[in-house]
C-alpha cells in the first residue's frame, strides 16, 4: 500500500470513528442487523446497471472524440473500473485505471486520458442537471435561510464554474501556457472535447448519463426500504445526488468516511434520524464492495485482448489501439 493510499485509509478511519462517537452507532448497527435481503439484492442490481449504462455510454458517445469501444471491453473497463474506485487498497480511481489500461493497449498519453476526462466532464455535467431539478425539492426541505441560499449557491457556483471551463478554457489556457503553465494545453484540449460531446451528445448518450445517477438514487432508496427507514423518494431524489457529490471529494479510500457525513447531513434536511442514514451509508458502501470485489475478480482474470478498443484519425486524437 502506497503512502497515499495510507493517508486515506487513516482520514477515512478517523472520520468514521468521529461519526460513530456523535451519532447513536447501536441503534445502526441494529438497523443494520435488521437488513432486508431482497431490497439489498436490489441495490446490488441497481449497481450493475450504473455499470452497464457507463459502459453504454462509451459505446454509443465516445467516437465524437476519437474513441470507439464495443459494449464488451466497455462492460470490462467499467465493471474494473469499479473494483479500483471501491476496493482496490492504492490511490488509483477507476478513471486513472481506465486511462492506463487504454495506455498499455498503445494509446497515446492525450489519446487515453482525453477521452476518460471528457466522459467524466459530461457525467458531472449530468449531475448538474440531476442536481438542479431536485433542487427546488431540496430547498424545500431546508428550514434554515442561510442553508438555502449555501445550497443554492453550492449549485449556481458549481454550475457557473462548468460553463465557465466549457465557454473560456482554451483562452485561460492559451494565456496560461504563455507563461509556461504545466498542463495548459491539456486544459485546453478537455475542454474542446466537452465541449465536442455536449454539442454532439445524442438521446441515447444523455440517457445513459443521466440514468447513473437516477440509480445511484434508486440504489439508496433500496438500501433504506431494506432497512425500514422513514425517508421518501422524493427526498431521496432531492437530497442524495448532492451527498453523494460531496462524497466524491478524494480524501479518503472509497469514499467512506466522507460519503457518512455527507449522508447524515444531507438526509437530515428531510427528517431522517443520523442513525438510520448512517446506517443507509454503511450498507450503500458494502454493497459497492460486493461489486468492486466482482470487479476485482475480472481484473485478475481479465487478458490485454479483453480492453481491446480503436483509436479513430481525428483532430481529436489519432491512431489505433487493439
Not at 443554492?152 to 466549457?166: E, H, R, S
Not at 475542454?191 to 439508496?220: E, K, M, N, P
Request: hydrophobic share 60%; proline share 4%.
Amino acid at each position: 500500500m502506497s503512502f497515499n493510499s495510507f493517508v486515506k485509509v487513516g482520514i477515512a478511519a478517523i472520520l468514521l470513528y468521529i461519526i460513530g462517537s456523535r451519532v447513536d452507532f447501536d441503534a445502526a448497527l441494529a438497523l443494520m442487523s435488521s437488513a432486508r435481503p431482497g431490497w439489498i439484492l436490489l441495490a446490488l442490481l441497481t449497481s450493475a446497471a450504473i455499470i452497464l449504462a457507463d459502459a453504454a455510454y462509451w459505446t454509443v458517445s465516445m467516437r465524437a472524440v476519437g474513441c470507439r469501444m464495443a459494449l464488451k471491453p466497455a462492460l470490462v473497463f467499467s465493471l474494473v473500473g469499479w473494483f479500483f474506485a471501491n476496493l482496490a487498497p492504492s490511490s488509483v480511481g477507476s478513471d486513472i485505471f481506465r486511462a492506463a489500461q487504454m495506455r498499455l493497449a498503445g494509446a497515446s498519453p492525450d489519446q487515453s486520458i482525453r477521452p476518460v476526462a471528457a466522459a467524466r466532464l459530461m457525467s458531472f455535467a449530468s449531475l448538474l442537471v440531476v442536481i438542479g431539478a431536485g433542487l427546488p425539492f431540496a430547498i424545500s426541505y431546508v428550514d434554515a435561510p442561510g442553508e438555502k441560499i449555501a445550497l443554492a449557491g453550492a449549485f449556481g457556483l458549481a454550475a457557473f464554474g462548468f460553463g465557465a471551463f466549457i465557454l473560456f478554457g482554451p483562452h485561460v489556457a492559451s494565456a496560461a501556457k504563455r507563461f509556461g503553465v504545466v498542463g495548459a494545453r491539456l486544459v485546453a484540449a478537455l475542454s474542446g472535447d466537452t465541449r465536442t460531446l455536449l454539442v454532439r451528445a445524442s438521446a441515447a448518450g444523455w440517457f445513459c448519463l443521466t440514468a447513473q445517477h437516477l440509480l445511484r438514487v434508486a440504489g439508496v432508496a433500496a438500501v433504506a426500504w431494506s432497512l425500514n427507514a422513514p425517508v421518501d423518494l422524493v427526498a431521496l431524489f432531492a437530497l442524495v445526488p448532492a451527498a453523494l457529490l460531496v462524497a466524491m471529494v478524494p480524501i479518503s479510500i472509497g469514499g467512506w468516511g466522507v460519503r457518512e457525513a455527507s449522508f447524515v447531513h444531507f438526509l437530515g434536511f428531510a427528517g431522517v434520524d443520523p442513525a438510520a442514514a448512517l446506517a443507509i451509508s454503511i450498507v450503500y458502501g458494502l454493497t459497492r464492495l460486493v461489486i468492486g470485489a466482482v470487479g476485482g475478480v475480472v481484473f485478475v482474470l481479465a487478458r490485454r485482448h479483453h480492453y481491446s478498443f480503436e483509436i479513430e484519425n481525428t483532430p481529436a486524437a489519432g491512431g489505433a489501439a487493439e
